[in-house]
Protein backbone atom coordinates (compact mmCIF):
# COMPACT_ATOMS: atom_id res chain seq x y z
CA UNK A 1 0.00 0.00 0.00
CA UNK A 2 2.14 2.98 -1.33
CA UNK A 3 -1.00 5.05 -1.46
CA UNK A 4 -2.44 4.66 1.49
CA UNK A 5 -6.51 6.05 1.68
CA UNK A 6 -7.72 6.40 5.22
CA UNK A 7 -11.97 7.21 4.90
CA UNK A 8 -13.97 8.66 7.87
CA UNK A 9 -17.38 8.11 7.42
CA UNK A 10 -19.88 10.51 9.86
CA UNK A 11 -16.50 12.81 9.52
CA UNK A 12 -18.52 16.13 10.37
CA UNK A 13 -18.39 15.08 14.15
CA UNK A 14 -16.40 16.70 16.55
CA UNK A 15 -14.52 14.03 17.21
CA UNK A 16 -12.55 14.13 13.79
CA UNK A 17 -9.67 16.42 14.68
CA UNK A 18 -8.92 13.48 17.54
CA UNK A 19 -8.34 10.97 14.60
CA UNK A 20 -5.98 13.47 12.52
CA UNK A 21 -4.36 14.51 15.05
CA UNK A 22 -3.14 10.83 15.61
CA UNK A 23 -2.68 10.75 11.69
CA UNK A 24 -0.40 13.06 12.07
CA UNK A 25 0.98 12.02 15.04
CA UNK A 26 1.95 8.88 13.57
CA UNK A 27 2.65 9.67 9.91
CA UNK A 28 6.47 8.22 9.80
CA UNK A 29 4.55 5.27 10.49
CA UNK A 30 1.68 5.69 8.39
CA UNK A 31 2.02 7.59 5.26
CA UNK A 32 -1.29 8.63 4.65
CA UNK A 33 -1.63 10.58 1.20
CA UNK A 34 -5.17 10.72 0.76
CA UNK A 35 -7.92 11.57 3.59
CA UNK A 36 -11.67 10.89 2.64
CA UNK A 37 -14.37 12.29 4.66
CA UNK A 38 -17.77 11.64 4.69
CA UNK A 39 -20.79 13.21 5.87
CA UNK A 40 -24.31 13.39 4.91
CA UNK A 41 -24.50 17.22 7.40
CA UNK A 42 -22.97 19.48 4.46
CA UNK A 43 -22.72 22.28 7.17
CA UNK A 44 -20.67 20.06 9.60
CA UNK A 45 -18.98 18.38 6.90
CA UNK A 46 -17.92 21.83 6.02
CA UNK A 47 -16.62 23.30 9.36
CA UNK A 48 -15.25 20.27 10.52
CA UNK A 49 -12.83 19.52 7.55
CA UNK A 50 -12.27 22.74 7.23
CA UNK A 51 -10.41 22.52 10.91
CA UNK A 52 -8.71 19.09 9.56
CA UNK A 53 -7.13 20.70 6.54
CA UNK A 54 -5.77 23.29 8.65
CA UNK A 55 -4.13 20.79 10.76
CA UNK A 56 -2.57 18.87 7.99
CA UNK A 57 -1.31 21.85 6.39
CA UNK A 58 -0.01 23.20 9.77
CA UNK A 59 1.62 20.02 10.15
CA UNK A 60 3.34 19.64 6.62
CA UNK A 61 1.95 16.37 5.58
CA UNK A 62 1.26 16.32 1.72
CA UNK A 63 -2.24 14.47 2.40
CA UNK A 64 -4.99 15.08 0.42
CA UNK A 65 -8.31 15.69 1.84
CA UNK A 66 -11.04 15.50 0.49
CA UNK A 67 -15.37 16.67 1.69
CA UNK A 68 -17.73 14.82 0.04
CA UNK A 69 -21.45 13.39 0.75
CA UNK A 70 -20.96 10.70 -1.83
CA UNK A 71 -20.69 7.34 0.02
CA UNK A 72 -19.05 5.64 -3.38
CA UNK A 73 -16.73 8.61 -3.63
CA UNK A 74 -15.60 8.15 0.24
CA UNK A 75 -15.20 4.78 -0.48
CA UNK A 76 -13.16 4.48 -3.63
CA UNK A 77 -9.68 3.15 -3.48
CA UNK A 78 -9.60 3.28 0.68
CA UNK A 79 -7.60 1.09 2.60
CA UNK A 80 -9.06 1.72 5.72
CA UNK A 81 -12.49 2.85 7.04
CA UNK A 82 -13.54 4.61 10.22
CA UNK A 83 -16.90 4.70 10.94
CA UNK A 84 -18.25 7.28 13.65
CA UNK A 85 -21.91 7.79 12.42
CA UNK A 86 -24.81 8.73 14.75
CA UNK A 87 -27.93 8.13 12.87
CA UNK A 88 -30.46 10.45 13.66
CA UNK A 89 -27.87 12.55 14.81
CA UNK A 90 -27.98 13.96 18.70
CA UNK A 91 -31.67 14.90 18.42
CA UNK A 92 -32.13 11.03 18.38
CA UNK A 93 -30.15 10.37 21.32
CA UNK A 94 -31.85 12.97 23.16
CA UNK A 95 -35.41 10.86 22.72
CA UNK A 96 -33.29 7.97 23.82
CA UNK A 97 -32.08 9.32 26.97
CA UNK A 98 -35.18 10.94 27.58
CA UNK A 99 -38.01 8.64 26.97
CA UNK A 100 -37.04 6.04 28.71
CA UNK A 101 -36.95 7.97 32.12
CA UNK A 102 -41.03 8.17 31.35
CA UNK A 103 -41.41 4.71 32.34
CA UNK A 104 -38.79 4.00 35.22
CA UNK A 105 -36.56 2.90 32.86
CA UNK A 106 -32.21 4.62 32.74
CA UNK A 107 -32.09 6.55 29.03
CA UNK A 108 -28.73 5.46 28.09
CA UNK A 109 -27.22 6.01 24.03
CA UNK A 110 -25.25 2.50 24.46
CA UNK A 111 -27.04 0.37 27.40
CA UNK A 112 -31.07 -0.52 28.21
CA UNK A 113 -33.85 0.55 26.14
CA UNK A 114 -31.70 3.41 24.76
CA UNK A 115 -28.83 1.66 23.54
CA UNK A 116 -31.07 -0.89 21.93
CA UNK A 117 -32.95 1.81 19.54
CA UNK A 118 -29.72 3.51 18.72
CA UNK A 119 -28.35 -0.41 17.49
CA UNK A 120 -31.85 -0.79 15.80
CA UNK A 121 -31.53 2.68 13.89
CA UNK A 122 -27.50 1.90 13.45
CA UNK A 123 -27.44 -1.69 11.96
CA UNK A 124 -28.82 -1.23 8.76
CA UNK A 125 -26.95 1.95 8.04
CA UNK A 126 -23.96 0.14 8.63
CA UNK A 127 -25.13 -2.79 7.05
CA UNK A 128 -25.23 -0.75 3.69
CA UNK A 129 -21.83 0.67 3.71
CA UNK A 130 -20.12 -2.73 4.64
CA UNK A 131 -22.72 -3.89 0.67
CA UNK A 132 -20.97 -0.95 -0.52
CA UNK A 133 -17.60 -1.79 0.67
CA UNK A 134 -17.88 -5.07 -0.69
CA UNK A 135 -18.05 -3.64 -4.33
CA UNK A 136 -15.39 -0.84 -4.35
CA UNK A 137 -13.17 -1.57 -1.56
CA UNK A 138 -13.50 -5.29 -0.69
CA UNK A 139 -10.17 -5.69 0.82
CA UNK A 140 -10.30 -2.41 2.98
CA UNK A 141 -10.75 -3.07 6.74
CA UNK A 142 -13.98 -1.35 8.31
CA UNK A 143 -12.90 -0.26 12.07
CA UNK A 144 -16.21 0.57 13.99
CA UNK A 145 -16.80 2.79 17.04
CA UNK A 146 -20.17 3.68 16.72
CA UNK A 147 -22.06 3.16 19.45
CA UNK A 148 -23.22 0.62 20.67
CA UNK A 149 -20.17 -0.49 19.54
CA UNK A 150 -20.13 -4.64 20.88
CA UNK A 151 -23.76 -4.91 19.42
CA UNK A 152 -22.63 -3.76 15.65
CA UNK A 153 -19.55 -5.93 15.82
CA UNK A 154 -22.08 -8.61 16.55
CA UNK A 155 -23.75 -7.90 13.15
CA UNK A 156 -21.08 -6.56 11.16
CA UNK A 157 -18.86 -9.79 12.00
CA UNK A 158 -21.48 -12.31 11.64
CA UNK A 159 -23.79 -11.08 8.23
CA UNK A 160 -20.76 -9.11 6.49
CA UNK A 161 -17.87 -10.70 3.95
CA UNK A 162 -15.72 -7.52 5.28
CA UNK A 163 -12.68 -7.62 7.26
CA UNK A 164 -13.92 -5.35 10.64
CA UNK A 165 -13.02 -4.91 13.87
CA UNK A 166 -15.03 -3.07 16.82
CA UNK A 167 -13.28 -0.63 18.78
CA UNK A 168 -14.13 1.53 22.02
CA UNK A 169 -12.09 3.61 24.19
CA UNK A 170 -13.33 2.47 27.09
CA UNK A 171 -10.33 -0.38 27.48
CA UNK A 172 -7.75 1.94 26.57
CA UNK A 173 -8.59 4.40 29.69
CA UNK A 174 -9.37 1.59 31.86
CA UNK A 175 -6.17 0.22 31.67
CA UNK A 176 -4.86 3.81 31.87
CA UNK A 177 -6.64 4.75 34.94
CA UNK A 178 -5.69 1.34 36.50
CA UNK A 179 -2.10 1.85 36.35
CA UNK A 180 -2.06 5.42 37.58
CA UNK A 181 -3.92 4.17 40.58
CA UNK A 182 -1.13 1.46 41.70
CA UNK A 183 1.43 4.23 40.25
CA UNK A 184 2.56 1.36 37.94
CA UNK A 185 3.34 1.19 33.91
CA UNK A 186 3.57 -1.63 31.59
CA UNK A 187 1.44 -3.80 33.40
CA UNK A 188 -0.20 -7.11 32.08
CA UNK A 189 -3.67 -6.85 31.82
CA UNK A 190 -6.15 -9.41 31.26
CA UNK A 191 -9.26 -7.87 30.06
CA UNK A 192 -12.76 -9.76 29.38
CA UNK A 193 -16.02 -9.02 28.65
CA UNK A 194 -18.34 -7.43 26.19
CA UNK A 195 -18.52 -3.42 25.40
CA UNK A 196 -19.55 -1.48 28.35
CA UNK A 197 -19.79 -4.48 29.83
CA UNK A 198 -16.88 -5.32 30.69
CA UNK A 199 -13.60 -6.16 33.55
CA UNK A 200 -10.14 -6.34 34.26
CA UNK A 201 -9.73 -9.63 35.79
CA UNK A 202 -6.09 -9.85 36.25
CA UNK A 203 -2.61 -7.81 37.04
CA UNK A 204 0.45 -8.54 36.97
CA UNK A 205 3.89 -6.81 37.26
CA UNK A 206 6.75 -9.76 36.46
CA UNK A 207 4.64 -11.97 36.92
CA UNK A 208 3.79 -10.62 40.35
CA UNK A 209 -0.57 -10.88 40.88
CA UNK A 210 -1.51 -7.18 41.42
CA UNK A 211 -5.19 -7.69 41.51
CA UNK A 212 -5.64 -9.24 44.45
CA UNK A 213 -4.05 -5.00 46.35
CA UNK A 214 -6.03 -3.90 43.38
CA UNK A 215 -8.96 -5.60 44.50
CA UNK A 216 -8.46 -4.63 48.68
CA UNK A 217 -7.67 -0.61 47.76
CA UNK A 218 -11.38 -0.56 45.47
CA UNK A 219 -8.92 0.30 42.53
CA UNK A 220 -11.49 1.73 39.72
CA UNK A 221 -11.04 2.04 35.97
CA UNK A 222 -10.83 5.69 34.58
CA UNK A 223 -14.07 6.98 33.93
CA UNK A 224 -16.07 8.48 31.01
CA UNK A 225 -17.47 12.15 30.84
CA UNK A 226 -20.48 10.70 29.33
CA UNK A 227 -21.41 9.07 32.70
CA UNK A 228 -22.49 10.30 36.10
CA UNK A 229 -20.35 8.48 38.38
CA UNK A 230 -20.02 7.76 41.68
CA UNK A 231 -17.18 5.00 41.71
CA UNK A 232 -17.37 1.35 42.65
CA UNK A 233 -17.09 0.44 46.49
CA UNK A 234 -13.90 -1.50 47.85
CA UNK A 235 -16.87 -4.18 49.10
CA UNK A 236 -18.43 -4.02 45.49
CA UNK A 237 -15.35 -4.92 43.83
CA UNK A 238 -14.13 -7.44 46.25
CA UNK A 239 -17.60 -9.12 45.90
CA UNK A 240 -17.22 -8.97 42.32
CA UNK A 241 -13.56 -10.65 42.53
CA UNK A 242 -12.61 -8.11 39.26
CA UNK A 243 -12.62 -4.00 38.57
CA UNK A 244 -15.60 -3.74 36.28
CA UNK A 245 -16.02 -0.70 32.99
CA UNK A 246 -17.53 2.97 34.64
CA UNK A 247 -20.80 1.77 32.46
CA UNK A 248 -21.50 -1.18 34.56
CA UNK A 249 -22.56 1.37 37.59
CA UNK A 250 -25.91 1.32 35.25
CA UNK A 251 -26.14 -2.28 36.14
CA UNK A 252 -24.82 -2.61 39.76
CA UNK A 253 -26.17 1.06 41.29
CA UNK A 254 -29.14 1.20 39.01
CA UNK A 255 -31.38 2.79 41.15
CA UNK A 256 -29.09 5.79 41.90
CA UNK A 257 -28.28 6.14 38.33
CA UNK A 258 -32.64 6.07 37.45
CA UNK A 259 -32.66 8.95 40.22
CA UNK A 260 -29.65 10.93 39.38
CA UNK A 261 -30.97 10.65 35.68
CA UNK A 262 -34.67 11.68 36.52
CA UNK A 263 -33.27 14.71 38.77
CA UNK A 264 -31.19 16.17 36.17
CA UNK A 265 -32.08 19.52 34.37
CA UNK A 266 -30.48 18.68 30.83
CA UNK A 267 -29.79 15.16 30.01
CA UNK A 268 -26.50 14.04 28.35
CA UNK A 269 -27.37 14.28 24.50
CA UNK A 270 -28.77 18.14 25.58
CA UNK A 271 -25.10 18.74 27.39
CA UNK A 272 -23.49 17.17 24.02
CA UNK A 273 -25.58 19.27 21.89
CA UNK A 274 -24.33 22.28 23.61
CA UNK A 275 -20.64 21.19 23.62
CA UNK A 276 -21.26 20.45 19.72
CA UNK A 277 -22.18 23.87 18.35
CA UNK A 278 -19.60 25.27 20.93
CA UNK A 279 -16.81 23.14 19.46
CA UNK A 280 -18.49 23.90 16.07
CA UNK A 281 -18.47 27.79 16.63
CA UNK A 282 -14.46 27.07 17.33
CA UNK A 283 -13.74 25.44 14.81
CA UNK A 284 -14.95 27.83 12.40
CA UNK A 285 -12.12 30.12 12.99
CA UNK A 286 -9.67 29.88 10.14
CA UNK A 287 -6.56 30.75 13.05
CA UNK A 288 -7.04 27.63 14.35
CA UNK A 289 -5.55 24.52 13.20
CA UNK A 290 -4.75 22.43 16.38
CA UNK A 291 -7.40 20.29 18.28
CA UNK A 292 -8.54 22.90 20.63
CA UNK A 293 -8.92 21.32 24.28
CA UNK A 294 -12.25 21.93 24.77
CA UNK A 295 -12.66 18.73 23.09
CA UNK A 296 -11.58 16.79 25.84
CA UNK A 297 -15.54 17.69 27.18
CA UNK A 298 -16.90 15.52 24.59
CA UNK A 299 -15.90 12.31 26.01
CA UNK A 300 -13.67 11.18 23.33
CA UNK A 301 -10.57 10.69 25.15
CA UNK A 302 -7.71 8.42 23.16
CA UNK A 303 -9.91 7.61 20.69
CA UNK A 304 -7.43 8.84 18.24
CA UNK A 305 -4.70 6.74 20.11
CA UNK A 306 -7.11 3.63 19.96
CA UNK A 307 -7.76 3.96 16.32
CA UNK A 308 -5.22 5.11 14.52
CA UNK A 309 -2.38 2.76 16.77
CA UNK A 310 -4.73 -0.20 15.14
CA UNK A 311 -4.46 0.95 12.01
CA UNK A 312 -0.44 1.39 12.29
CA UNK A 313 -0.90 -2.25 14.04
CA UNK A 314 -2.29 -3.57 10.90
CA UNK A 315 -0.03 -1.70 8.30
CA UNK A 316 2.73 -2.04 9.59
CA UNK A 317 2.20 -5.55 10.68
CA UNK A 318 3.30 -5.08 14.53
CA UNK A 319 1.76 -8.22 15.85
CA UNK A 320 0.40 -5.46 18.75
CA UNK A 321 -1.89 -6.50 21.77
CA UNK A 322 -4.75 -4.20 21.50
CA UNK A 323 -8.21 -4.94 23.41
CA UNK A 324 -10.88 -4.94 20.33
CA UNK A 325 -14.53 -6.14 19.86
CA UNK A 326 -13.84 -9.13 17.94
CA UNK A 327 -15.58 -13.02 17.45
CA UNK A 328 -14.02 -15.41 20.20
CA UNK A 329 -13.35 -18.16 18.14
CA UNK A 330 -12.91 -20.02 21.24
CA UNK A 331 -10.63 -17.27 23.05
CA UNK A 332 -13.39 -17.64 26.10
CA UNK A 333 -14.37 -21.55 26.53
CA UNK A 334 -17.51 -20.36 28.01
CA UNK A 335 -18.84 -18.41 24.76
CA UNK A 336 -19.99 -19.28 21.40
CA UNK A 337 -17.33 -18.86 18.73
CA UNK A 338 -19.52 -16.33 16.80
CA UNK A 339 -19.81 -14.30 19.73
CA UNK A 340 -18.38 -10.88 19.20
CA UNK A 341 -16.42 -9.91 22.71
CA UNK A 342 -14.26 -7.45 23.72
CA UNK A 343 -10.87 -9.43 24.53
CA UNK A 344 -6.98 -8.85 24.02
CA UNK A 345 -6.08 -9.44 20.50
CA UNK A 346 -2.74 -9.29 18.77
CA UNK A 347 -3.10 -7.54 15.50
CA UNK A 348 -1.43 -7.74 12.46
CA UNK A 349 -1.51 -7.63 8.56
CA UNK A 350 -3.69 -10.91 8.70
CA UNK A 351 -6.14 -9.41 11.27
CA UNK A 352 -7.01 -10.51 14.55
CA UNK A 353 -5.75 -13.57 16.67
CA UNK A 354 -7.92 -13.21 20.14
CA UNK A 355 -5.87 -14.22 23.09
CA UNK A 356 -7.27 -17.45 24.83
CA UNK A 357 -8.09 -16.85 28.51
CA UNK A 358 -8.32 -20.97 29.68
CA UNK A 359 -9.87 -21.78 32.48
CA UNK A 360 -11.75 -18.65 33.38
CA UNK A 361 -13.66 -19.01 36.37
CA UNK A 362 -15.42 -15.72 37.56
CA UNK A 363 -19.29 -17.53 37.59
CA UNK A 364 -20.53 -14.00 38.08
CA UNK A 365 -18.87 -12.36 35.29
CA UNK A 366 -19.47 -15.62 32.51
CA UNK A 367 -23.23 -15.50 33.56
CA UNK A 368 -24.00 -11.84 32.90
CA UNK A 369 -22.04 -11.52 29.77
CA UNK A 370 -24.17 -14.89 28.70
CA UNK A 371 -27.16 -12.93 29.53
CA UNK A 372 -26.29 -9.92 27.54
CA UNK A 373 -24.98 -11.57 24.78
CA UNK A 374 -28.36 -13.33 24.06
CA UNK A 375 -29.79 -9.76 24.15
CA UNK A 376 -27.51 -8.67 21.82
CA UNK A 377 -28.11 -11.46 19.80
CA UNK A 378 -32.23 -11.01 19.76
CA UNK A 379 -31.45 -7.18 19.19
CA UNK A 380 -29.03 -7.99 15.71
CA UNK A 381 -32.17 -10.06 14.49
CA UNK A 382 -34.69 -7.98 15.51
CA UNK A 383 -32.59 -4.66 13.60
CA UNK A 384 -32.00 -6.92 10.47
CA UNK A 385 -35.56 -8.07 9.97
CA UNK A 386 -38.27 -5.94 11.77
CA UNK A 387 -39.03 -8.33 14.27
CA UNK A 388 -40.85 -6.82 16.83
CA UNK A 389 -41.01 -10.48 19.25
CA UNK A 390 -37.49 -10.55 18.88
CA UNK A 391 -37.10 -7.11 19.76
CA UNK A 392 -39.22 -8.14 22.76
CA UNK A 393 -37.19 -10.63 23.69
CA UNK A 394 -34.28 -8.48 23.86
CA UNK A 395 -35.73 -5.98 25.74
CA UNK A 396 -37.28 -8.62 28.24
CA UNK A 397 -34.10 -10.66 28.84
CA UNK A 398 -32.06 -6.70 29.07
CA UNK A 399 -31.19 -6.24 33.23
CA UNK A 400 -32.15 -2.45 32.74
CA UNK A 401 -35.58 -3.22 30.92
CA UNK A 402 -37.52 -6.68 32.06
CA UNK A 403 -41.15 -5.74 32.48
CA UNK A 404 -43.23 -6.54 29.51
CA UNK A 405 -46.01 -4.26 29.99
CA UNK A 406 -43.58 -1.05 30.69
CA UNK A 407 -41.40 -2.32 28.38
CA UNK A 408 -43.97 -2.65 25.52
CA UNK A 409 -44.95 0.70 26.46
CA UNK A 410 -41.72 2.59 25.68
CA UNK A 411 -41.19 0.55 23.18
CA UNK A 412 -44.39 1.93 20.83
CA UNK A 413 -43.78 5.30 21.76
CA UNK A 414 -40.16 4.78 20.95
CA UNK A 415 -40.57 3.27 17.86
CA UNK A 416 -43.18 6.12 16.79
CA UNK A 417 -40.83 8.73 17.60
CA UNK A 418 -37.85 7.14 15.60
CA UNK A 419 -40.16 6.11 12.64
CA UNK A 420 -38.38 8.06 10.32
CA UNK A 421 -34.98 6.01 10.98
CA UNK A 422 -36.46 2.37 11.54
CA UNK A 423 -38.14 1.13 7.74
CA UNK A 424 -37.37 -2.45 8.70
CA UNK A 425 -40.56 -1.99 11.41
CA UNK A 426 -42.57 -0.26 8.52
CA UNK A 427 -44.49 -3.96 7.85
Not at 197 to 214: C, F, P, Q, R
Not at 409 to 416: D, G, L, P, S, V
Request: contains cysteine; proline residues 3%.
Amino acid sequence: MSNLKLTIIGAGSTYTPELIEGVIERSANLPVTEIALMDIDKRKLDIVGGLCKRMIEKAGLKTEVILTMDLNEALERADFVLSQIRVGKLACRILDEKIPLKYGFIGQETTGIGGFFKALRTIPALLNITKQMETICPEAWLINFSNPSGILAQALQNYTKIKTIGLCNVPINMIAGVEKSLGETNLDIEYVGLNHLSYITGVKKEGKDLLGDALLQGVNGQGMKNIPLQGFSSELIQTIGAIPSSYLEYFYYRDDKLKHLMEEEKCRGEVCLDIEERLLTLYQDENLSVKPKELENRGGARYSEAAISLVDAIYNDKQEVHVVNTLNQGALEFMAEDDSVEISAVIGKNGVRPIPIKGFKNKHIMELMKTVKAYERHTVEAAIHGDEAEAMQALLIHPLVGDYNKGRACFNEMKQAHKAYLPQFKN
